[in-house]
């Protein structure tokens, strides 16, 4: 069922479910069955369940050799271009479209207010704190923020960091489920996509569906990133593969 709903795949690994899932059935005082059960009586549950089923581990600037890659050779491309459109679509907590918007910012090579991002996530609960925008300053989500991009881009709130308006107001956040193709057609056209660290907990069938949802969603010429340990070889996805000397992404053609 968690399969079919959203392609995470726990067929494989089904101790690691059976304790993500434990402490639920216990507060439901339900087996596994009598869930079964429930889950399609109350859909409103699966909010619940994915809360427990998603990993949503991930900080400020993470994988930075890609977004210099962003700002050096993929963001002077659209120089031109009003609305430069960029989807986040697996945002989690937030660090990953504050990170876009920040890195844009500092780069200077596209003016902010032409750049939108849509945030997306299954996980209704991490949205809640990513467009809140607040985090602790003992959080490990700075781990990786120097100093000056920290009292440049927040500023101090009670015990930890707000990140600033003009940087929040770049950003959309929406619930989406990648595998259901009405919330994905609601996205529109984008220019870039990042989805990283999402596809490894995918099996090849629910990859392929996903990246074929992202190549109909990118302009001609848009281009796709992924996690390091994520690749499309050798699915045919009719994607470029580029190869920077630090990383590797992909592009549509027809620009």
Not at 10 to 27: E, F, I, M, Q
Not at 66 to 72: D, I
Request: hydrophobic share 40%.
């Amino acid at each position: 069922m968690i399969y079919d709903y959203c392609g995470l795949h726990y067929l494989d690994n089904l101790s690691s479910l059976a304790s993500k899932v434990l402490k639920r059935l216990s507060v439901l005082d339900m087996t596994y069955r009598e869930y079964n059960e429930f889950l399609k009586r109350n859909p409103q549950e699966w909010d619940h369940l994915v809360e427990l089923v998603t990993n949503n581990e991930t900080y400020f600037f993470r994988e930075e050799n890609q977004l210099n890659e962003l700002c050096h050779a993929v963001l002077p491309q659209f120089r031109n271009q009003p609305c430069i459109r960029i989807w986040s679509a697996a945002c989690s907590t937030g660090e990953e479209p504050y990170s876009l918007a920040m890195t844009i910012a500092e780069s200077g090579i596209v003016p902010l207010e032409s750049v939108h991002i849509l945030a997306t996530d299954i996980n209704k609960k991490v949205l809640q704190i990513a467009s809140r925008g607040w985090y602790h300053e003992h959080s490990l989500c700075f781990r990786r923020t120097p100093k000056e991009m920290l009292d440049k881009y927040f500023f101090r709130k009670d015990e930890g960091f707000q990140i600033k308006r003009f940087i929040k107001d770049r950003i959309e956040f929406r619930n989406l489920n990648l595998l259901n193709n009405e919330d994905v057609a609601e996205v529109g056209k984008v220019d870039i996509i990042f989805c990283r660290n999402v596809l490894i907990y995918f099996d090849a069938a629910a990859t392929r569906r996903v990246i074929a949802k992202f190549y109909n969603r990118l302009n001609a010429g848009g281009f796709l990133f992924l996690g390091h340990a994520e690749t499309l070889t050798g699915m045919n996805t009719h994607f470029e593969t580029i190869n920077a000397r630090t990383t590797f992404y992909y592009r549509k053609g027809g620009r």
